[in-house]
Structures are given as C-alpha cells and as structure tokens.
C-alpha cells in the first residue's frame, strides 16, 4: 500500500489515495500503520475518497481502529494533497465528512499549499445533539465530577463531542491519567474529546487536547474550534475576531463568526511518502 504522511502542526495521520489505492478493512490498517514502534507511526488514518456530493471525500480512522466522524487538520492536510498531487487544481473546494460538507481555501506558494482555510459549519451546543446525556439547549461553564474532582466544562461539537475545561496551567496536567477519565464519562455516551486550555491573553489560549481513541495528540482542529466556542461563550474571547490557540505542535487560528460558523486557519505538512505490506 501506497502512503503519504503529514501533519498540521504535530497531529500526524497516514494518507492514502484510494483513487488508485484499495483499504479493504480500515480499522484494522489504521491500528497497524499507527503504531508508532511496529508501524509508520501517526494518530491514524485517513483515506482520500472520490465522492458524489463533493470534489472529494474522507474517511478517518483514530489509533485505535474506532471511525471518527472528521478530522480539522486532516481537512487541511487533504487540501495540500489532493493539489499538490495534481487531484485538483482548484484552490477552493468541497470535502465530504460524516459530519457534513467542508469548505476549504487553499492557499500555495510557488505550487505548493502551504496554508489551508476551512470552513468548518456550525457549531452545535445543544446537548443531545452533542451527544451528551442532558437535557436543554446548551451546555455551558457546568460543574461535572471526574475522578473525585469537580471540573467545569462546556460541550460543543464540531462534527465531533467535545469538553472543553479551564485549568490555570496547562503544562502540570497529567493527562495520562486525566485524559480516560474525561473520555469515558457517563455523561459522553460516544466518547468524547477534551480540551483543558489556559487563557494566555488577549484572545490567546493554551491547550492541550485528550482524543477519544487516540490518547494526547499535539494538536487537534475540532478542538481548538470547540475551544474557540467555548472561550466566547464564557465571555473570554469575542465572536468574529481571530483567537490564536497554541498546541503542542504549533498554533491554529480560529474565527468564531456571530452566525454560528467557526473558520480555521493553519498550516500542513508533507512528512514522507513510502508503500508498507498490509
């Protein structure tokens, strides 16, 4: 199997082109090709798909060989590929999520795609639709219990759950530990990915974000949009003014808009390419 690997700013997937390639049983290659001792080593896989709706499609498998409902760098990695790959020559275009139809703007230099813009829809509060295990229209600076401590969070979702909670240092945390706890709450019946991010300045947050199937990674899109949201719901940030947040892995920078869409804006990287026996 052919395969590209790349990253935005430190969240690393495995890439393949399915217009030539065929991944007949995806969980299981995601679990090999992410192994980061046996394997390539990345956060998953992801497949670049032809699709009816779109000018492309994507399917994203977390390390764990669970299917993610999308993925907010992966976007922007799939945006470089596809143009750099001479899949498209169109710098504005659709990507299929099963979480709805993406817009992303492309923006090379000398030939190359270098930053992506995404427009990543709505953000959606309503708990049920989260899904959370409450009731109501939102899900704001709420008290929760886990791990015999008192945390409070707000649920967004960006395609997919995500809690996001404010902690006074982000470097302390021992996520290792933290991170399952948050993901297998009662309150998530799907999972759910946390982000604990540190108001740094003004419209500046620090994070570090747990994934659902994946553990800590360097970065995750959906997650600094969902802490983008949230900073602006707590009344931390305004809507419709960029919010730089800086992961471990570099900096995204997001646009809550006053109509409820969110806009991301980041880099991606080619790392290597090669074929691997599955």
Same mark, same amino acid.
């Given at each position: ?6 990253? @935005? =700013? !430190?969240? #690393? ?6 217009? $030539?390639?065929?991944? &007949?049983?995806?969980? +299981? ?9 046996? @394997? =390539? !080593?990345? #956060? ?6 032809? $699709?009816?709706?779109? &000018?492309?499609?994507? +399917? ?11 993925? !907010? ?206």
């Amino acid at each position: 199997m052919k395969f590209t690997k790349m990253q @935005g =700013i !430190g969240n #690393d997937y495995v890439y393949v082109n399915c217009f $030539s390639e065929q991944v &007949d049983d995806p969980e +299981r290659v995601s679990v090999i090709v992410s192994d980061r001792h046996f @394997g =390539i !080593g990345s #956060d998953g896989l992801v497949l670049i798909m032809p $699709s009816d709706k779109a &000018d492309f499609r994507m +399917r994203m498998f977390n390390a764990d060989g669970s299917e993610g409902m999308m993925c !907010g760098n992966a976007t922007r990695c799939i945006g470089k590929y596809v143009y750099d790959n001479g899949l498209t020559n169109k710098t504005a275009l659709t990507l299929e999520t099963l979480s709805g139809i993406k817009h992303l703007t492309l923006f090379p230099e000398n030939g190359i795609v270098k930053t992506v813009l995404v427009d990543m829809g709505r953000a959606v509060l309503a708990p049920r639709e989260i899904p959370m295990d409450a009731d109501g229209d939102s899900f704001i600076n709420k008290p929760i219990t886990v791990g015999g401590r008192e945390y409070r969070i707000t649920g967004v979702s960006m395609g997919n759950p995500h809690a996001v909670t404010y902690v006074e240092d982000t470097q302390s945390l021992d996520l290792e530990k933290t991170g399952p706890l948050f993901e297998n709450h009662p309150l998530f019946p799907q999972r759910v990915n946390t982000e604990f991010a540190e108001l740094t300045g003004d419209h500046s947050i620090r994070m570090r974000v747990w994934e659902r199937g994946s553990g800590e990674t360097w970065a995750c899109g959906t997650g600094a949009c969902a802490a983008a949201v949230s900073s602006v719901l707590n009344g931390y940030c305004s809507h419709d003014r960029e919010i730089t947040v800086h992961l471990r892995g570099g900096d995204l920078f997001i646009t809550y808009r006053s109509d409820g869409t969110v806009l991301m804006r980041g880099p991606a990287e080619t790392v290597f390419t090669g074929e691997i026996d599955i």
